[in-house]
């Protein structure tokens, strides 16, 4: 358990590393700061369902901002992971995070094996040393033509 950062307190950090009662405190003396807070941490749950990827988009903010944020609601059990999926990126899954409280989802994806990237590799780069090798047929083609009409290469 995390306990608040006023030196001797021994509460339970809730907000902003602090308890309750030294947030209230703190909330009451720092207006600004918390409209602010609220509003965002406001944004955050209404961005959601949302993965960090697409959090950090909604939000414009950093990588480590989104990732903070998710982590910090999901230590304050406001929100949990309600599924994975696959992310764009090969091989990697990311976890699609709803608002409430509830019980972490589960990552059942299986990873594509990566042999299977490997053969689409084979295919791919097969495929383009056939059309280099098409290509440079063609050229010399070209040459022994130019050649027959007189033509230096
Ligand atoms: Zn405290």
């Known amino acids: 358990m995390k306990v608040c950062k006023e030196p001797g307190c021994e509460g339970k950090s809730r907000s902003r590393g602090m308890c309750g009662k030294h947030y209230e405190k703190w909330r009451i003396a720092n207006p600004n700061a918390v409209i602010k807070h609220d509003d965002m941490r406001g944004q955050v749950l209404a961005a959601l369902p949302a993965t960090r990827p697409q959090l950090q988009a ?16 999901r230590e304050e059990e ?45 295919q791919q780069k097969n495929k383009s040393e056939r059309l280099r ?19 230096p290469p």
């Open 58 to 73: 909604v939000l414009n903010c950093s990588r480590s901002t989104a990732a903070e944020w998710l982590k910090k609601l």
């Open 78 to 122: 406001a929100i949990h992971i309600g599924r994975w999926q696959r992310s764009e990126t090969v091989g990697m899954f990311v976890a699609v995070h709803v608002a409430g409280p509830g019980k972490d989802a589960v990552c059942r994806l299986k990873p594509i094996p990566s042999s299977a990237y490997a053969g689409k590799y084979r």
């Open 133 to 151: 090798y098409l290509l440079k047929r063609a050229v010399s083609k070209q040459n022994t033509w130019l050649g027959a009409l007189g033509v």
